[in-house]
């Protein structure tokens, strides 16, 4: 869904905020804002789940103020533009950085916090989409490397020419940044629908576990559904942000090797794991990876489960999640790999 539609739902949303009383007695609040480039709706259930909701709202409010690349005012965008120089962030954007820059090294630069300059090329942030020549694309990738970027405490030095974009996994890092406040405030079940990412704070009010459709990245409708209770689940795929040019689809993630579209075989990826940091990072990363490497990675790393749908139309879920899968409508016949250790 690009920008525009996306403004549209919202505004076609009558009721951005809402409460309804369940059955079972317990209050359910509901918010729904337009930010980080994307719709999220905040649900908590129980007593204090009204300022509960609008406290993390304005939490979210406030980290993309900090983390915006495109925001004149983020500390992202300061250091983006300092020339090179040294600049002071907070602890959150510090933090957030660090988070994401150890899965740039972990995954042998698959996800690449710097490689904004060949985004932006291609129009995927100002909706100015075109196909940048192969010149221009190896100029801009000289400039892609997150091994660059210092990180001393809060001090945060981009080297002049390069540019950090934290869009590949803000929103994981953000919604544990909710969970925590959420938690705090005493709120025992909690959804956060954050674009594609979606993050659980216990079961749902009744103790059964949350069930998740992951989506059909080749049209409408889900290819199953997952049933989770306490963790992130971030899907990233090709279909969420693209553009066609001579009878070819451009997608918005991008292979760093190449500075091109990530084309690994995969259409979608579904990252399951306790921290929405990590299972958003390594969403676009593993995306970039293909199936084979993303495997190994999960092998050698652990920590996290995956769901893969590859252009194919077959499906690999990692063990762990072979009881809480489940193919559903027209994937039902689909074929189902197992990927064990
Ligand atoms: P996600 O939706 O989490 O997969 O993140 C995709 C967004 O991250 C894109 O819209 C780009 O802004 C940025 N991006 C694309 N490719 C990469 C990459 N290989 N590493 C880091 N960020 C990327
Ligand atoms: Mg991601």
């Known amino acids: 869904m690009n920008r525009t539609s996306l403004l549209s739902v919202l505004l076609a949303l009558s009721l951005l905020t809402g409460c309804a009383a369940h059955p079972d007695g317990s209050a359910e609040h509901a918010v729904t804002i337009f930010a980080m480039d994307t719709v999220m709706t905040i649900t908590a259930y129980g007593s204090g789940s009204e300022a509960a909701v609008q406290e993390a709202a304005s939490q979210v ?45 972990s995954t042998g630069g698959a996800l690449d916090v710097t490689i904004y300059p060949v985004v932006r090329a291609w129009g995927f942030t100002t909706g100015n989409y075109r196909v940048p020549e192969a010149d221009e694309l190896s100029a801009l990738l000289a400039r892609v490397d ?26 994981g890092w953000t919604g544990d940044q909710l969970i925590a406040l959420l938690r705090e405030a005493g709120i025992a079940s909690a959804k956060l629908e954050l674009g594609g990412n979606v993050q659980l704070l216990g079961s749902k009010p009744d103790g059964s576990p949350w069930r998740i459709a992951v989506r059909d990245p080749f049209g ?8 989770a ?66 495997a190994e990675y999960w092998r050698s790393n652990g920590g996290f489960d995956f769901i893969l749908v590859s252009e194919d139309g077959s499906v690999s879920i ?15 016949e689909a074929e189902l790999n197992i990927v064990r250790t």
């Open 61 to 105: 409010r406030a980290l993309e103020g900090l983390l915006s690349v495109t925001s004149e005012t983020s500390e992202i965008y300061a250091a983006n533009h300092s020339g090179g120089a040294p600049v002071t962030v907070s602890d959150e954007t510090a933090l957030a950085l660090a988070s994401a820059l150890s899965l740039c090294e």
């Open 146 to 171: 997150h091994r660059a970027i210092s990180l001393d405490g809060n001090t945060l030095t981009v080297p002049a020419g390069m540019q950090l974009d934290l869009g590949a996994a803000a929103k």
């Open 220 to 227: 409408e409708g889900y290819v199953g559904v997952l049933e």
């Open 229 to 294: 209770a306490d963790e992130a689940v971030v899907t990233s795929g090709g279909y969420e942000r693209y553009f066609e040019a001579d009878g070819e689809t451009y997608w918005h993630i991008l292979d760093p090797s190449t500075g091109r579209p990530a084309r690994s075989g995969l259409a979608s990826v579904t990252i399951v794991a306790e921290s929405g940091a990590l299972a958003d990072g390594l969403s676009t990363a593993l995306f970039v990876m293909g199936g084979a490497q993303a």
């Open 318 to 332: 990692t063990e762990g999640l072979e009881e809480r899968f489940t193919l559903s409508g027209d994937w039902a």
